[in-house]
């Protein structure tokens, strides 16, 4: 069989030798599984993996060239095998280099977001706790921070999508080596693969043509306007922007449309002499700095006003739930901040007891964290009633709307120096316009009048906070 063997090897296109020795010597050696390629398009088979002649028929017959080795000639030469060791690569997630940033919990009353900007790029390194990403709700806007040290691999999530909590916005990569830098000789490989194409173009010969002449046409007249005479003329389209609401704004206004739509809103209004209050912040503003560190306001004299009006008027204070009034026997008060991004209303708790300091301090920090955009949802949930200051921006007058679910708002306006009566005599003071927007369906007009005759009084004569009158 061994001569039937040889005789068919011969008749390929290469040749095999087998001795009887290293036949045998082969028999002896356990079956073992391995191929290695060898220079010159060469298969080397070693002889332990020799299971039959068939096998051996089959191999020869495939057209490559086979060289069958004693095994004492193998293993004085494992060179060619060692190059065929298959190369394992770990990849991040094996070894735990990848982890996902996600978007964090955004409290109890929000259950989505918008996606808004994204504050790095891919490859960008960052720090733990770091913010990659910004996402905009209903109330407030929330860092998307990174859980670890690295760099950032690829982005998930794209701008302007709709995210949930725990919905995974970027891919961080704790190694350098496992996020996908981008390729720095892209260009120069651009650029020499475009300078063949140049020169082929400047082998080409010019073909110099002359000047085509062509005869003037008669003018055509021109188009008759298809608009009528009384029909407008609209700007162009091109010269309009198209830009998404924000999350915010979409909230403000859903908000201010409920409230229009179910309140029964009415509007009181008084005017304020601020001779008094102004005089009190010019003697001791100086003073109260150095003691409490923060300066003496107007706002906290009107913050004052009000819980001494909502203690003489608990129902301007109360709130409609179904068929029931509810009375709240503390005071909550919302200031209306204005941001670049919306209104805010961060709430001032418990402000009946707190002093005119601790109220200037409160609003001072609620204020920084409402324009910087880092203030929270619990520092905006709740409140009983709403004061908004339209003055800072110059308004004279308006109607300010409700914040649901409250039942009644203060507005204040600018101070102007206006000529009054006063015993008698005709005086330039510096007044401002105060209006009360309530509910109607709660709060009928004899205490409203009443709640802004009490604001009046205690900012015209702050003494009588201190006698309780």
């Not at 090897?9 to 020795?21: A, E, H, L, P, R």
């Not at 990569?173 to 996908?180: I, N, Q, R, V, W």
């Not at 109260?288 to 204070?317: C, D, R, T, Y």
């Amino acid at each position: 069989m061994l001569g039937v063997f040889r005789r068919k090897v011969v008749t390929g296109s290469s040749s095999i030798s087998i001795t009887g020795k290293s036949w045998r010597t082969a028999r002896h050696v356990p079956s073992i599984t391995a191929t290695c390629s060898a220079s010159g398009g060469e298969v080397l088979i070693h002889p332990g993996i020799i299971g039959n002649v068939r096998s051996i028929y089959h191999l020869a017959q495939s057209g490559g060239a086979v060289n069958l080795r004693p095994s004492r000639e193998f293993m004085t030469s494992p060179q060619p095998c060692v190059s065929m060791q298959m190369q394992s690569r770990k990849f991040s997630s094996d070894s735990g280099e990848l982890v996902d940033a996600v978007v964090p919990f955004m409290g109890e009353s929000i259950s989505d977001g918008t996606l808004a900007t994204f504050l790095k790029k891919p490859g960008d390194r960052v720090e733990i706790d770091e913010p990659i990403a910004q996402v905009e709700t209903d109330k407030v806007t929330i860092d998307v921070a990174s859980p670890e040290a690295g760099i950032i691999q690829e982005f998930i999530a794209k701008e302007g999508d709709t995210v949930e909590p725990g919905t995974k916005v970027a891919i961080i990569s704790k190694s350098a080596e496992g996020a996908a830098a981008p390729p720095k000789k892209a260009p120069e490989e651009a650029v020499s693969q475009s300078a063949p194409v140049a020169d082929k173009v400047e082998e080409k010969p010019k073909v110099e043509t002359a000047p085509v002449i062509e005869k003037p046409k008669p003018a055509s007249p021109p188009p008759q306007s298809r608009t009528s005479a009384s029909e407008p003329q609209l700007p162009p389209k091109d010269r309009e922007r198209r830009v998404p609401m924000t999350r915010l704004r979409k909230r403000v206004a859903t908000r201010l449309k409920d409230s229009q739509n179910t309140f029964a809103l009415l509007t009181t209004f008084n005017e304020v002499d601020m001779t008094n209050l102004m005089k009190l912040r010019s003697e001791y503003k100086d003073a109260f700095l150095e003691k409490h560190g923060v300066k003496l306001g107007l706002m906290s004299g009107f913050v004052k006003a009000a819980v001494s009006g909502l203690q003489n008027q608990p129902i301007i204070n109360a709130v409609i739930d179904g068929d029931d009034i509810i009375y709240r026997d503390y005071i909550d008060i919302s200031i209306a901040v204005g941001t670049p991004k919306g209104l805010v209303v961060p709430v001032i708790r418990n402000a009946e007891n707190m002093n005119f300091a601790e109220i200037e301090k409160e609003i001072n920090s609620l204020a920084k964290k409402a324009v910087n955009g880092t203030i929270s949802i619990d520092e905006m949930a709740g409140g009983s009633f709403t004061i908004s200051n339209g003055g800072v921006y110059g308004s004279l007058l308006s109607t300010p709307i409700i914040n649901p679910p409250q039942s009644a708002i203060l507005g204040m306006h600018s101070i102007v120096s206006r000529p009054m009566v006063v015993g008698g005599n005709i005086v330039p003071r510096p007044m401002m316009y105060i209006a009360l927007t309530y509910d109607h369906r709660l709060i009928d007009g004899r205490e409203a009048v009443f709640f802004l005759r009490r604001i009046k009084d205690v900012v015209e004569d702050p003494r009588r906070l201190l006698l309780d009158i």
